[in-house]
């Protein structure tokens, strides 16, 4: 027998049954349409406030430039990278990489500390979807109740149109959003000149970004609340993170325990009833379509919906807010109110130094890269009793600035530079140069088929941006 309290199963016995299924889909597998109702309160203000910070920056990071680059540009097609206006080649890659890596690390010890505040309130697919798509949804449909009145009706005339005029604004903000993501891989003055070229001009392009288009309706229009429950990984890394010491959404259950309606006039001590009034309203608001009641729950992305809506009701009937609150679930076994730990304190301290790691490795990359080789099936010859060796050379200026430099061999001593070309060679900004460059070497002095050679690039201040090393070759000789 599984025990119940009103309609919600207490977890507990096979109470738990609820952990074996996604709430969105009944036993037959057919998906559970979710109408949440329109959530209002002290933290879903906030959470309006950050989302307008979050939607401005998407929508004006593409216009941003420093030092008249891109803020930020992924071009993986012309291999063009920038981020915070800085530019990145492949030779950066592994600083890419280690980016990446260090990413993964503070997401994993961010969520081991503070849950899915990430999911609840920075994740693009939770922000366009209920700070954009629902929002406009309860605009033109309305609140739960008549959105659920709008889906049992016939496709009458007032469905049709609703529908209709709701599809085609989804599908237009779409576009928009694909226009805007496309605008951080080619920059938007190229969106700009597609758009007013037109399809018949960029065929390809007017196809990708349609094909994205759809995807994002699809997503926001179909799919909504399953991305998070079916499709995305972190809900389900978050169960592995997660211990007694992670900061969630819970259900004090201690306080809300046993759960009965609510009767004017009622000591609710006396009686054994606890806090919660069994009204639901943190179901209804719920847009994963979860009950918070039943303990944590892998649907659950901290969205906060349910604290405004308990609060609401626990203000009404003159009960303390916070039954359901951010909590960990040591503080509601044991009753000792959340404050800052250690825990806490070491672990913002380890992710602000990963943090300035990056930071560091971004800004101390250099201004200058060079590379010196030989190409490839040359060899050494000798003139005038020296030996002479061909080299390419490749210099990418990573600044913006035009750099005037020229090259220097530190060691062997007695190497010298015969190119016929120019003693000072000019870099324009974000410049990728390329050519040829002969080293010449005392015949007499050479000890080894190979020996070491070192180039250094410097700038019109003789300060050194950038070394080289690399092998000089000779005639073989014995050794005496």
């Known amino acids: 027998m ?29 998906r559970k349409w979710v109408f949440p109702r329109k959530p209002k309160g002290k933290f879903t203000n906030y959470r309006d406030y950050t989302s307008y910070v979050l939607l401005a920056l998407f929508f004006g990071i593409p216009f941003l430039k420093i030092n008249n680059n891109p803020f930020l540009l992924i071009n993986l097609i012309d291999r063009k990278f920038f981020i915070l206006g800085q530019s990145f080649y492949l030779q950066d890659f592994f600083i890419l990489a280690l980016g990446a890596v260090i990413s993964v690390i503070f997401v994993m010890l961010f969520t081991v500390v503070f849950g899915r505040i990430f999911c609840g309130w920075l994740c693009p697919q939770t922000v366009f979807m209920e700070m954009v798509f629902r929002k406009i949804e309860y605009w033109i449909e309305g609140d739960r109740n008549k959105q659920m009145k709008l889906d049992r009706q016939s496709w009458d005339s007032e469905k049709i149109r609703k529908r209709l005029l709701k599809w085609s604004v989804f599908f237009i903000i779409s576009l928009i959003i694909s226009h805007f993501m496309f605008m951080y891989i080619v920059g938007y003055e190229n969106i700009l000149k597609i758009i007013q070229e037109g399809p018949v001009e960029h065929p390809l392009h007017f196809t990708a970004m349609l094909s994205f288009s759809l995807v994002f309706y699809f997503v926001f229009t179909w799919l909504r609340e399953q991305v998070c429950t079916l499709i995305c990984p972190y809900g389900r890394l978050q169960g592995v993170l997660i211990d007694k010491q992670t900061i969630n959404v819970y259900y004090d259950t201690k306080r809300g325990e046993n759960r009965a309606k609510w009767r004017n006039g009622e000591d609710r001590q006396s009686s054994g009833k606890g806090d919660c009034i069994d009204c639901g309203q943190c179901v209804v608001v719920c847009p994963t379509g979860i009950d918070i009641r039943n303990g944590q729950q892998l649907e659950c992305v901290n969205c906060t919906a349910c604290i405004d809506a308990c609060d609401e009701v626990m203000v009404k009937v003159g009960l303390p807010t916070g039954l359901v609150r951010y909590a960990t679930e ?18 913002t301290i380890f992710l602000a130094l990963l943090i300035g790691f990056l930071g560091f490795l971004l800004n101390d990359r250099g201004s200058m890269e060079a590379k010196f080789i030989k190409p490839a099936g040359s060899t050494f010859f000798v003139r005038d009793g020296k030996i002479i060796n061909n080299f390419t050379y490749t210099f990418l200026n990573k600044t913006n600035e035009k750099k005037v430099i020229t090259i220097k061999i530190t060691h062997p001593n007695h190497a010298e530079i015969i190119s016929s070309g120019p003693s000072k060679i000019v870099l324009k900004g974000d410049q990728i140069l390329k050519g040829s460059i002969s080293i010449a070497f005392p015949e007499n002095e050479i000890k080894s088929s190979k020996q070491n050679i070192t180039f250094v690039v410097l700038d019109e201040k003789n ?9 000089f070759e000779g005639p073989f000789k014995l050794a005496l």
């Open 2 to 30: 599984s025990i119940q309290q009103g309609n919600i199963k207490i977890p507990g016995s096979d109470g738990e049954a609820f952990r074996d299924s996604v709430g969105t889909m009944d036993d037959t597998g057919k």
């Open 330 to 347: 040591a503080e509601i076994e044991t009753g000792k109110k959340l404050g800052i730990t250690s825990r806490m304190i070491i672990t």
């Open 463 to 471: 300060e050194v941006l950038d070394t080289f090393e690399t092998t």
